[in-house]
């Protein structure tokens, strides 16, 4: 159809003329403020001026007017992005278009582009460890406080004893059984919101150097199902301030719902669109040369005054009134008679047969038309019902409906044949990027869930009774994955229902949008489908497999263990219902049928990774080292980038001692997914602080910091390691800092109390302790931490009191029972004493200080030779005890043994030169000699 172009202009120009007064001065607007802005970057503007919302109904000339919009906004200097329901099936989506079509005006965007690559790379990696804030669970705590109690077993090394606690050694297994659980969560939530965070500060930086900038989103009936929260969440700052350069302007039907937008009222300046007068309908068909009365009045009463109507009835010339039928729907009426129009057999059924893909590209067009009219994308990209940007093109919404149905209703045989071959062709799309994509990337890829939903589609229009089972089990996929993919799928059953009118599908489509507009709407959707859906047992698996796995992301973790017993029973073959479960047992301490749960599920695929990580971070708590690193080694053979495997690998080589294996597998970590750095580097700072290199603890803490500031645990554990150097005030600021962000962190709370006590503030640190042991009961270390700061104190009954409680609480917990009868040998009660380091050397036989202590409370018992004999064997283990050597000269004196004393206390002088006690005990041993 030549002067297509000028038509449209033509169009164009009418609505303008129409829109005149609030078009012209929402552009002066836009540049008012520009100007006013370039002048004093401080003054006021009004706040209505944020947010337009241009509405109308469907044919009323919305997108024109946005386009009309933008054009100016350039004009004024503005960059600008627009996106409509071709770019928009979720935010990051919206995101990710309209960045792209910014950076094309001013460049890149680099901190934005840095925040959506790592948010892409822990969507694909959802299973990996991330670092949680929180407490350590029981049964690690428990498990910590008897294997690591006697570390701290060495007089005066408050450091190190406060380095023992189990509670902060257990966070490092807490933190990557909680990986998968948190990660959930994240990305539902946090790390999205860290992405649009970016995107903001990057409109901050733009409007540094643009006039304005303004963001278009049409089709807002459409796109704001996805968009409205966000939106809203923009306005009122929550990514950041908004800079007041930043204009959004809005294209819908409906008016924004008043309980959602009553608070931002005065943000937004309401631009409704009217229907046609009769003057601009005249004014329209004059311009296409219809203009005897009665066609005008024929015109102007079938197209109801909407835009395109008149343009669609304009272009068919008509000469008479009688040649417009201006009886039944008046939609159908334009549509119909300007198909007629088109003289050119192999364009009308061009016209017709590519309405019935939702979307178009070259691909599609070439699928879908007939074959002889391939040559016909650029002509019916220049239609006036055609629009879109970029690959992407779509007929108006309104005559692509009346097109379908017509279609639909003409020829029921041709209708399915052609949504089959467009099906089939979406398929073997689709096909082709599986070639390069994994099972399990593939709903994470944009392209392919693109040509399923297409495919979908199509399959329910061509056979709505067969294909709808198959469509249901796609939905419950869907809702396994993110709250934006299955929204896309209720969407295609709404279209498809919309365009076949089939009963099912209609049901099906008001189930599914009635369960996503519920605050829990995966877990909903899936409990729908399970109730109406007919799923076969695999499928029903599969929805009580996604149904435990969002609640266990939702800490709902007894609800999540019942759904997936469900899903076992259901379909005993389905591997990632026991790894599921097996990794909600491993995080609730069940290790047993954690292990037994993932070995079903490595029977069943031996090449699943990450079911061979966490089974691996489950022997691993039980002391089963070597076959954790078995499953390991066989999961990175699997996947040598699963930083997971290497992460847990570090965690197991550092509770091993491994500490240089550790840091490697750390280091690697981060390198391999930058998205962990964070917590890669926090895990190399507590293994280089093991190893004894504090501050190349505290710079890898400092650094993991730099990447979350908000990291509580990091900072809590950086003040670890500065306790471990000496530093205790710093110690002191980082756990109170810590303290700030989490305050429910007993165990922060604890070491900053031994942190006050090795300061010299012990009333400081007995309240610390005081407070964490009320925080988190029953906490055992704190209790004998406090029981320690106690007998520094000299207050021995006290001390008794807490280190009896802790030991209480864990009868294995050989430091506390050590600690105690130190506090009985203080306090004269030398039996007590040796019954209780007895007991502890009975629980940990290693423990040299726990030995010398006895056999410094047989001494001062009076029992010589049982004193020398522990003493000894002592400094067998050690031969610079300096204190232990002191004590059995002591003993060999008392005994009258002064040789032997002598030479003991001057190996003690030796070692310990400032020690007046030994030298004035020496001088005895010589006067006792007769020297």
Same mark, same amino acid.
């Given at each position: ?26 552009r002066?607007q836009l540049?008012q403020?520009?100007?006013n802005?370039?002048?004093d970057?401080?003054?006021?503007q ?8 241009v509405?109308?109904?469907?044919g009323?000339?919305k ?8 054009e100016?906004?350039?004009r004024?200097?503005?960059v600008?992005a ?12 919206a ?9 094309g005006?001013a ?12 948010y892409?790379r ?6 990996e460890?991330?670092?949680? /804030? ?8 428990v498990?910590a406080q ?5 570390v701290?077993?060495?007089?005066g ?8 606690n189990?509670d902060?050694?257990?966070?490092g ?20 919101a ?12 733009l409007?540094?150097?643009y ?5 278009f ?7 704001g199902?996805?968009?409205?929260g966000?939106?809203?969440?923009l306005?009122?700052?929550a ?7 930043v204009?959004v ?6 008016e ?13 300046a309401d ?8 003057a ?27 835009p ?6 304009a272009?068919?010339?008509p ?5 417009v039928?201006?009886e039944?729907?008046?939609?159908d009426?334009?549509?119909e008679?300007f ?13 017709l ?18 074959d ?23 007929y108006?919404?309104v ?16 209708w ?5 071959r ?8 689709r096909?082709?990027l ?14 392919w869930?693109?040509?399923?939903l297409?495919?979908?589609?199509h ?15 796609q ?12 929204l ?6 709404a279209?498809?229902?919309?365009d ?11 189930r599914l949008?009635?369960?996503?507009a519920?605050?829990?709407?995966a877990?909903?959707?899936l ?5 109406h ?5 695999a499928g ?8 435990g796995r969002?609640?266990?992301? /939702?800490?709902?973790d ?10 076992v ?27 037994a749960d ?5 029977g ?9 990580v966490?089974?691996?971070e489950?022997?691993s ?7 954790a ?11 040598p ?12 080589h ?17 390198e391999?997914d ?19 290199r504090?501050?190349?603890s505290?710079?890898d803490?400092?650094?993991a ?5 908000a ?12 306790a ?15 303290? /700030?962000?989490?305050p429910?962190?007993a165990?922060?709370?604890a ?6 006590r ?18 988190d009961?029953p ?8 029981g320690?700061t ?6 021995f009954?006290?001390?008794?009191a /807490? ?16 600690h ?17 380091f007895?007991?502890a ?39 610079e005890?300096?204190?232990a050597?002191a ?31 030994t ?13």
């Open positions: 159809m030549p002067g297509a172009e000028r038509r449209g202009r033509s169009r164009g120009e009418l609505i303008r003329q129409r829109t005149r007064a609030r078009f012209v001065g929402r002066a540049t403020f520009a100007e802005l370039a002048r970057p401080e003054s006021q009004d706040p209505a001026e944020f947010l337009f919302h509405r109308g109904v469907g009323v000339g997108s024109t007017l946005l386009r009309e919009w933008q100016a906004a350039r004024a200097g503005a600008t627009a996106v409509d329901e071709n770019d928009v099936h979720g935010v990051q989506q995101l990710a278009e309209l960045a792209r079509q910014l950076a005006q460049g890149p965007l680099k901190e934005y582009d840095r925040a959506a690559e790592q892409r822990e969507q694909e990696t959802a299973a460890p991330v670092p949680t /804030d929180g407490e350590a669970s029981m049964t690690s705590r498990a008897a294997a690591l109690g006697a701290s077993l060495i007089p090394a408050g450091v190190v004893s406060a380095m023992a189990p902060a050694a257990a966070q297994l807490d933190r990557l059984r909680a990986g998968a659980r948190a990660r959930g969560r994240r990305a539902r939530s946090g790390d999205a860290g992405v649009s965070r970016a995107f903001v500060a990057e409109l901050g930086r409007c540094g150097r006039r304005w900038v303004v963001l989103l049409d089709t807002w009936e459409v796109t199902r996805y968009l409205d966000w939106l809203r969440d306005l009122e700052d990514f950041g301030p908004l800079p007041a350069n204009m302007v809005l294209a819908g039907r409906d924004l719902p008043e309980r959602e937008w009553a608070a931002l009222r005065a943000l937004v631009v409704p669109l009217e229907v046609f007068t009769v601009e309908t005249r004014a329209l068909l004059a311009a296409r040369g219809v203009t005897e009365p009665g066609v005008v009045e024929a015109v102007s009463q079938s197209s109801m005054g909407l395109l109507l008149v343009e669609l009835l272009l068919t010339r000469a008479a009134a009688e040649d039928d201006a039944g729907d008046a939609v009426t334009a549509v008679r198909v007629r129009w088109i003289t050119d057999a192999r364009q009308r059924e061009t016209v047969a590519c309405a019935l893909a939702p979307q178009l590209n070259e691909d599609i067009f070439a699928a879908a038309a007939p002889r009219a391939r040559e016909l994308w650029g002509w019916l990209c220049e239609q006036p019902f055609v629009s879109g940007r970029g690959d992407f093109k779509q108006h919404a005559v692509r409906a009346s097109m379908v149905r017509q279609q639909r209703a003409r020829s029921p045989r041709r399915t044949e052609a949504h089959l467009l099906a089939g062709a979406h398929a073997a799309w096909a082709e599986e070639q390069g994509l994994t099972e399990a990337k593939r709903w994470g890829d944009a392209r869930r693109r040509h399923r297409d495919e979908t589609y399959r329910l229009c061509a056979q709505p009774a067969a294909y709808l089972p198959t469509a249901l089990e939905t419950v996929h869907a809702a396994g994955q993110e709250t934006e993919i299955l896309q799928w209720t969407d295609v059953f279209q498809a229902a919309r076949t009118a089939d009963p099912a599908l209609l049901g099906w489509s008001a949008r009635d369960a996503v519920d605050s829990a709407p877990l909903t959707a409990a729908v489908l399970l109730t859906g007919r799923l076969d047992p029903r698996a599969w929805a009580h497999t996604y149904r969002h609640l266990y992301h /939702d800490d709902r007894e609800e999540a263990l019942a759904e997936l017993d469900r899903a029973a259901a379909d005993p073959g389905n591997a990632r219902a026991w790894t599921h479960r097996g990794d909600v047992h491993h995080w609730l301490g069940h290790t047993e049928q954690a292990i993932l070995t079903t599920a490595l069943l695929d031996p090449a699943h990774a990450p079911a061979l966490v089974r691996a489950a022997l708590t039980t002391g089963r080292h070597e076959e690193f078995a499953d390991l080694a066989t999961a990175l053979d699997l996947d980038a699963l930083a997971r495997a290497r992460a847990a690998r570090g965690e197991v550092r509770e091993l001692g491994r500490y240089d294996e550790a840091v490697a597998d750390f280091t690697a970590v981060a391999l930058p998205a962990l750095a964070g917590y890669a580097l926090a895990s190399r700072a507590q293994a280089h602080r093991e190893a004894g504090p501050d190349e505290v710079a803490f400092t650094a910091l730099a990447i979350d500031p990291y509580a645990w990091a900072r809590a554990q950086r003040g670890l390691s500065h471990a150097a000496g530093r205790h005030d710093e110690a002191v600021a980082d756990y109170t800092a810590a303290l /700030d962000t989490s429910t962190m165990w922060a709370l070491e900053r109390g031994v942190a006050h090795e300061a010299g503030r012990p009333d400081e640190a007995v309240a610390d302790l005081t407070a964490a042991a009320e925080l009961p906490y055992a270390w704190a209790l004998a931490q406090r320690e106690h007998r520094m104190l000299r207050r009954d006290e001390a008794v /807490d280190f009896t409680a802790a030991v209480g609480i864990n009868p294995a917990y050989h430091w506390a029972l050590a105690r009868g130190e506090a009985h040998r203080e306090a004269g009660r030398f039996e007590e004493a040796v019954a209780d007895t007991a050397l009975a629980l940990e036989p290693a423990s040299t200080w726990t030995l010398a202590s006895r056999g410094q409370a047989h001494r001062q018992a009076g029992r010589l030779e049982e004193a020398v004999a522990d003493l000894t064997a002592a400094l067998d283990r050690d031969p005890l300096d204190w050597l004590e059995r000269g002591e003993a060999h004196r008392l005994a009258g043994r002064p040789d032997e004393a002598v030479a003991d206390f001057t190996a003690a002088l030796a070692l310990e030169p400032a020690s007046t006690w030298l004035a005990s020496r001088g005895q041993a010589h006067r006792q000699a007769g020297r």
